[in-house]
Every structure is written in structure tokens, then in C-alpha cells.
């Protein structure tokens, strides 16, 4: 249907044997900043006084996975969990404590939805073989300066499972992203050990089904990338991030694709929709 692979055979080479790819200038400057301004936006208008409540509220648990939940078909934000003080209230602007905003930018605001459906972003799944991709969630991740959290070694499978295995990370730095100020960090060829655990949602909440093994920090490399690079990352990657104890915030925006085309959607998963998100092709 007209969709034509962006991906020269050095470049799926790549990807294939060590798990993920880093494509430079992915983004334009004004790609970049047309983002980073829309959800100065967003935030600007986001009333944190209602979030925040969930924090401080005895059913704390059931709200506080409402909110998760929830937010598969919304823009919500979350905060960091250095945010609040013992008072219970923000210790610092609320543009300088959220953690991330997901879960359906793509779908929901014009900005995302442009870059997330833009053929760059199909011509990509298509040179990774999506038949019938859809993005099943996205997240603006800020990692901000000083209490930016850490993100534990993990694989973006063990989250968003289909049966087969089907999802791709895609990690847009929109400013750039340094050890210092929290950058990706994946074990080469981990994809190829296949998934380790997966992320289960019960009538008790959400859990693993298995504990995390342990990994060792040496075979860990750090992704630096520069504001624009595009960062592709197999379901299976094992990858993490570490505390952003820097002076410098990491925004990035990343989306999930996985395969609707012969690949289902898992029941146990965490994300359950009422309504079925649309493909961004079909080939
Ligand atoms: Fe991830």
C-alpha cells in the first residue's frame, strides 16, 4: 500500500544483532521544539491539585491504579516520586515534578499524533516487517533534573505482550541525552535471550510473574544520543536508565508498536482499551 522501508540493510543489520539502533537527525529541530512547546502547554493547563489528591488519599492503592488504568486512552500525568514532601505537597513547580504524561498522546493531541503517524514512523515498522502496525501507547518522559527516577533493568515485552512477541520501543530524544543527565542505558544482543518475565494485571492489581534476575552492570552500555535521535528498540532489549542527578532535564517521547497482523493483544496485559486503536497501515 505505497509504505516503503526507510532502513538501509547496515542499519537492520544492526538492529538485529544488537538489539537496538540509533538513527540520527530522525527529527527536525522544529519537529523537536513544536513538542517540547506543545506540552509546556499541556502542562500549563494541567491542574495538578486533583492528581495530587491521590497521593494523600486513603485508598491510595485503588486510586492510584484508577490512574494507571485509566490513562491507557487519555493524557495523564504522573508524577515523580521525589516530588512531594512529607507534607504531602509538591516542593518544587509542578512543570519540574511530573514524571511522565501517557498514555495516548499519539491519539489524542494533534502535535503527537502528527509525529506518531508520520510516514517516517510507518516507513520505519515497515522495514522491521509490521504488516499492520498500531502504537499502543506513548509516553513525554522528562527525567528531570535532580529527581528524574530511575528506570530498572527491564524488556518493553514484559509490559506490552502479544502473542507472539511483537512490540518496538522507539525512543525520541527531543533534548539531548548524556550519562550524565539519565540516557538510556542496554545490554548488545540481550534481545536475543528472549523474555524473561511478564507484567501481569489480576483482580489484585498488577504484578510479575516471575522475580527480576539479576544483571550485571558491565554489560551495560550507555546510549548518548543527540536532541532528535531516534532510538529503536526490540521488545526484548534488556534496557534501563539511571537518576537524573544532573542540573539538566531529558525529555524524550517514546512510542510502542506492536503487530496486529497474526500477533494478539494479551488479556493479562495491564492496557486494556474499549476501543481498538487504529493500524497506522495496513500491508
Ligand atoms: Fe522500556
Redesign the pocket.
Known amino acids: 500500500m505505497g509504505i516503503v522501508g526507510n532502513l538501509n540493510p547496515e542499519q537492520l543489520q544492526s538492529f538485529h544483532s544488537q538489539g537496538y539502533l540509533v538513527i540520527e537527525s530522525f527529527s527536525s529541530p522544529e519537529e523537536l521544539e513544536s513538542m517540547i512547546k506543545r506540552m509546556g502547554h499541556l502542562l500549563d493547563g494541567f491542574d495538578c491539585s486533583s492528581t495530587a489528591s491521590v497521593f494523600s488519599s486513603k485508598n491510595q492503592k485503588q486510586l492510584t491504579d484508577d490512574h494507571f488504568y485509566d490513562s491507557v486512552e487519555r493524557i495523564s500525568f504522573f508524577f515523580e516520586e521525589k516530588a512531594f514532601g512529607d507534607d504531602g505537597n509538591l516542593k518544587q513547580s509542578k512543570q519540574l515534578s511530573i514524571n511522565k504524561v501517557g498514555h495516548a498522546l499519539h491519539e489524542i493531541d494533534p502535535v503527537f499524533t502528527k509525529f506518531s503517524r508520520s510516514e517516517k514512523i510507518s516507513s520505519l515498522l515497515s522495514s522491521l516487517g509490521y504488516k499492520r502496525p498500531v502504537i499502543i501507547q506513548s509516553m513525554y518522559i522528562f527525567k528531570q533534573p535532580g529527581i528524574g527516577g530511575e528506570?530498572v533493568p527491564?524488556q518493553?515485552n514484559s509490559f506490552l505482550y502479544t502473542e507472539p512477541a511483537s512490540c518496538t520501543?522507539l525512543w525520541l530524544a527531543l533534548e539531548d541525552a548524556t550519562i550524565t543527565n539519565g540516557c538510556l542505558w542496554a545490554i548488545p544482543g540481550s534481545h536475543k535471550n528472549g523474555l524473561v518475565r511478564r507484567f501481569i494485571r489480576d483482580e489484585d492489581g498488577v504484578h510479575f510473574d516471575r522475580p527480576s534476575p539479576s544483571f550485571d552492570h558491565k554489560d551495560f552500555v550507555p546510549i548518548e544520543v543527540k536532541a532528535g535521535s531516534l532510538v529503536v528498540?526490540h521488545g526484548d532489549l534488556i534496557?534501563q536508565s539511571f537518576e537524573n542527578q544532573s542540573s539538566k532535564s531529558r525529555h524524550a517521547f517514546s512510542l510502542h508498536a506492536v503487530e496486529t497482523d497474526g500477533c494478539v493483544w494479551a488479556l493479562e496485559n495491564w492496557m486494556r482499551r474499549k476501543v481498538e486503536p487504529e493500524p497506522l497501515y495496513v500491508s
Do not use: K, M, P
Request: hydrophobic share 35%; charged share 15%; no cysteine.
Open positions: 528506570v527491564h518493553d520501543g528498540l534496557h
